[in-house]
Structure formats: C-alpha cells, structure tokens
C-alpha cells in the first residue's frame, strides 16, 4: 500500500516528482484554492496561466504543468475540487479531488499534497481521497504500472494529536476499502466460498477479530435451507462465515449481514451471456462486512459488531435448484423459489435469522441485490430500506462518509404479490418495484430488531471510466458508511 505521511515541511523545498495544488470555481472564475503556502512567485505564475491553459476547476480534472525555479519539485499537477465557497470546498471534493491526482500520478515515486487541510478534518478527507486514489489490482497482470510510492501532506496542524489521528483512521479505512475491492476484482476461478472464507481466517489472524466457519453440512444440520439451496448447483459448496469482534465493555451490538454470491450465473433461470460478465462482484457486500469488521477492530472501537458472510456460488447443474422448489430457512419458515436468479434473497435470510438470534442492537444488511436498484438510482447510488429512524441513520452516516445512498420505502402493498400457493412466501413478486419488493422479502426475517437494507448492485461494481477516487472494477462501496454508523454508535 502506498505510504503516506504528514508534514509541516515548506512545500517548496520538498523534493518531490509532483506538488498536488487544488483549484476550483469561484462564481465564473477559476482559482487557486488555498492549501500549503506556496511561493508568491508560483501562485502568481499559475494564476496567469489558468485561463491559457483551459482550467475549469471541476471535479476530475488534473492538469500538469512545469513546476518553475521556486520550487524543488518537477511538476505542479492541478486538481479540480469544483465550485468553492467561502469555506472553500467541502471535504468530499478533498477526497475526490485528491484521489483523482494521485490516480493520474501512477508510475510516480514522490508526491507532495499541497491540498487544502488546515483542519484535521481536511487532513483526513486529503489523506483517504489520496490512498484511495492510489489503489491498483494487478494480480493477473504481467506488465504492471505501481501506484504513486509515497505521499507527503503538507498542513500546518500535521503534529496535532487530532490530525495524527485523522491520518491513523484514514489509512485504516483506505486499507479495508482496498480490501474489498481486491476481492471483488479476483477471479470467481480463484475466489469460491471456502477460498473467501479461508481469505476471512487469514485478514483475521493477528487482530482481535474471531472467525468462525459453517460447511455444507454443518449448515444442513443448522436448518440453513437458502445457502444450502442456492449452493446445490456447484461443486464448490456453500459456507456461512461468522467474523466477530467483541471489545471490553462495548457500548453496542451491531449485527452486519453481507451477500456473498461468488459467481452468479442464475442457476437454471440462467441469466445471459453478457449479464455474467460481471457477476464475479455478487459478494461484495461480503466483502464489505468482512472489511468493516477488521477495520472495526483495527480502530478499536468500543462497540461489539458480528458480521455474517452468506457464501455460495449460484451454477446451473444436474443438482441445482428447481424453479418451483420449496426450502427451508433457518428458523422455520418455508420459501417457494419461483426464479434461482433471485438468490441473493435466500442466503441473506438465512444469514438475517442467525444474526438476529444474537439479539443485536442494530442489524444492517448489505448485498448486490437487485437490477432494479440500478433502474431506481443508477450505477453511483445506493439504496437504504428498513426501520424508519436506521434507515435516515445510515443515510446521515453515509453523507458524513462521502457516499452516495438514497432512502427508498417498503410499501405493504407490494408483499401481497410474493404470496405463494404452496409455502409461507415465495422468492418472488411484483417486477415493478423490484429493489423495494427484495426488501420486503428480507424484512421477512428480521423481526423486531432495528434493521436497515443496503442495496449496492450499481455502486459495488464500476464499469466505466475511473473517477476521482473510485477504480475500474470494485468500488469498495459501503465500508466507509458502515464504519461511519459504528463510529456513532460508540459515543451514544
């Protein structure tokens, strides 16, 4: 991972491949937005060139120019942070502005950070966007680009105990949401339900984190009717890992279920050819619960969390599930399966039931979960569906994170159209409205147990254009909302 530090060095006299300077919009006008003193010369410099050179200062964009004689560095390389005010521009524009430069960076050994971050606040957001920015997945390439070796951010508070501690948690955030995406990106040849859960074994070895595993037989013996279903198909058999960290006097149980559908191929309502191309990503919201733990634990929160991966691989085969099956999920309740591509739903029940024996103050799911989230809201905005006051929490949360979630409702209404003829639900109902009957469905299962639904199928995965902090491939969306809620719930 790249290295970062803070420093209260002179930016002039850091011996740098790149400076990073902000720059944004100020009504019709382009501007330097403040950050680590420059040379008068340099600012004066730059500023004339602005208009030349066809800045804008919008988000996303960075532009190179030639450093001049009053600084050590080679290259000052301008990042748009897009309209500022007053206060000149707000912390997400930060991360994004400084992920974006640090991205376009890659191949680069030295880069100073001369962004704004007279707070500790802004020294965070600079640090996250710039680790975040610096990501790359590499593993089955043979020609490879490193990502920029080491950062310095340049602030005048970098010796505070608050903006050493703003670094700390943004290299262990940045760290989880690598994490994730990595996962994401790796093969499903090379990433099935028993490699993840041993993935989960060894990211927890060393930490306070403990890892608990339920093979195929173990979950039929435990009544676990949806993993157990939606695995028949493989050969690589379903998992249920449970990943827990349990601090001295906790001040709060949270329970984190996440979807883990290694590949989804439909199972025999087989979807498409081009629809498979990206399924490798159908666990991510495993991969986020995973992370948010180790993370958790890395920051040494004090609140108890319990994370629970619902590992399968959904595969067409002699021995997979019917359309018109009927299964069992733990605890009792029978399903009809009236489509296998609707599998995420049924070992996320199964998964919601065992979390909820644990009787934790707050559940969250979260799961690439339906094609209709994407329909709703697009491939940048995630869905939050549950418990009225959970769900605003964790789009309050997500706001302080800097992601992108929308509350969405459960209308009673659409439940009459899951009703089924043979078993107490099917999996199942009304296509329009798709995202917000899948909620429905989970809320089957959860009880009473204050719950919000995450649905991320567009966000989890990007498969455009990078952008400001966020990668081709697995975005890692969700860690830093679901760590922001912890974070909250450790000082009520």
């Known amino acids: ?38 040379p008068s010369s340099t600012v ?39 309209p500022v005010g007053e206060g000149g521009a707000d912390l997400e524009a930060l991360r994004r502005a400084a992920g974006a430069a640090v991205r376009s960076l890659a191949g680069t050994a030295d880069v100073a950070l001369a962004l704004p971050a007279a707070t500790a606040e802004q020294v965070g957001a600079v640090a996250e966007g710039a680790l975040l920015g610096a990501y790359s997945f590499d593993r089955y390439r043979t020609t490879r680009t490193a990502p920029v070796a080491r950062l310095e951010l340049v602030s005048d508070v970098a010796r505070s105990k608050e903006a050493k501690a703003a670094h700390a948690r943004a290299v262990v955030v940045a760290g989880a949401v690598a994490g994730v995406r990595d996962l994401v990106n790796a093969s499903p040849a090379d990433l099935y339900p028993q490699s993840f859960a041993e993935e989960a074994t060894a990211g927890a070895k060393g930490t306070k984190v403990k890892v608990t595993v339920l093979d195929e037989k173990e979950l039929a013996a435990g009544g676990f009717g949806g993993l157990v279903g939606v695995g028949m198909g493989s050969a690589r058999p379903p998992r249920l890992v449970k990943v827990t ?10 329970g984190l279920v996440g979807k883990g559908i290694t590949f989804d191929s439909g199972g025999l309502s087989i979807k498409p050819a081009k629809g498979m191309e990206t399924m490798k990503m159908d666990m991510a919201g495993a991969a986020t619960v995973l992370h948010t733990v180790l993370a958790a634990a890395a920051l040494e929160l004090p609140v108890r969390v319990t994370g629970w991966l619902a590992l399968a691989e959904n595969m067409p ?22 489509n296998t591509d609707a599998e995420g739903r049924l070992v996320m029940a199964d998964a919601l039931v065992a979390a909820g024996e644990e009787n934790p103050d707050l559940l969250i799911d ?11 809201l ?13 769900r605003e929490e964790v789009v309050a949360a997500a706001g302080a994170a800097g992601e992108q979630f929308w509350p969405m409702p459960l209308p009673a209404e659409l439940a009459d159209s899951m009703k089924s ?59 830093r909302t679901l760590l922001t809620v912890l974070e909250k719930a450790a000082i009520r």
């Open 317 to 338: 085969s002699s021995t997979a599930q019917r359309p018109s099956d009927v299964i069992t999920i733990r605890g009792g309740k029978t399903v009809e399966v009236l």
């Open 245 to 254: 960290y349990s601090p001295a006097r906790a001040k709060a149980h949270v």
């Open 44 to 82: 004066k410099t730059l500023t004339s060139l602005l208009p030349a050179l066809g800045v804008s200062g919008k988000a996303d964009e960075v532009l190179r120019v030639a450093a001049g004689k009053d600084l050590a560095a080679d290259v000052v390389v301008l990042t748009g942070v897009g």
């Open 378 to 390: 697009g491939s940048q905005v995630g869905a939050v569906m549950g418990t009225d006051d959970v």
């Open 366 to 376: 979260i799961a690439t979960l339906t094609g209709a989230q994407m329909v709703a």
């Open 1 to 38: 991972m790249t290295e970062l530090t803070l420093t209260t060095k002179n930016v002039a006299r850091i011996q740098a491949d790149a400076v990073v300077v902000a720059v944004g919009r100020r009504g019709e006008e382009t501007v330097l937005v403040p950050g680590a003193d420059l």
């Open 421 to 479: 003829q043979v078993a107490d639900i099917a999996n199942m109902g009304d296509r329009f409205g798709g995202m917000l009957v899948a909620g429905l469905f989970l809320k089957e299962f959860v009880g009473d147990t204050p719950w919000a639904h995450l649905d991320i199928a567009g966000p989890a995965f990007n498969e455009g254009s990078p952008r400001g902090y966020t990668p081709e491939g697995g975005t890692g969306m969700g860690v």
